[in-house]
C-alpha cells in the first residue's frame, strides 16, 4: 500500500513560479519510479515529468522542458516539481504517481502507474 500526498499548488501570474510536492509512505521501493501528470477537465492525463528514486535521467513532456524540472529526496521519500516561466497553458490539477518496473520508453504512460495521490490545483493566470 503506497500513499502520495501532492501539496504546493496555487494562484500565479504566467511567468511566476511554483514548487509541487509529492510526499510517499509505504511500500515504497529503490526501483520504483515517480510520475507528475496534469489533467484539465475532458482530457486525459498528460505527462509532465518523470524519475526514478534510484536516480539517473529525469524525463519530461514536450510542452514543459527546459521549464520544469523534477528532483527527489530519498531521506523524505519526496518527489518536487520546480516549474518556472508557467504559462496560463500549465493551468491544470497536477498528480504525482509512482510506477513499478518502469523503463525510460513507460514513463509517459499513465497507466503503468498503479498508486495516485489525489491532485492538486494549479491555476496560472495571463
Known amino acids: 500500500q503506497v500513499q502520495l500526498v501532492e501539496s504546493g499548488g496555487g494562484l500565479v501570474q504566467a511567468g511566476g513560479s511554483l514548487r509541487l510536492s509529492c510526499a510517499a509512505s509505504?511500500?515504497?521501493?529503490?526501483?520504483?519510479?515517480m510520475g507528475w501528470f496534469r489533467q484539465i477537465p475532458g482530457n486525459e492525463r498528460e505527462f509532465v515529468a518523470g524519475?526514478?528514486?534510484?536516480?539517473?535521467?529525469?524525463y519530461y513532456g514536450d510542452s514543459v522542458k527546459g521549464r520544469f524540472t523534477i528532483s527527489r529526496d530519498n531521506a523524505k521519500n519526496t518527489v518536487y516539481l520546480q516549474m518556472n516561466s508557467l504559462k496560463p497553458d500549465d493551468t491544470a490539477v497536477y498528480y504525482c504517481?509512482?510506477?513499478?518496473?518502469?523503463?525510460?520508453?513507460?514513463?509517459?504512460?499513465?497507466?503503468?502507474?498503479?498508486?495516485w495521490g489525489q491532485g492538486t490545483q494549479v491555476t496560472v493566470s495571463s
Open positions: 504517481a509512482l510506477g513499478k518496473f518502469m523503463t525510460p520508453q513507460l514513463m509517459g504512460e499513465s497507466r503503468r502507474y498503479a498508486d
Open positions: 524519475i526514478r528514486w534510484s536516480g539517473g535521467s529525469a
Open positions: 509505504g511500500r515504497i521501493f529503490i526501483s520504483d519510479a
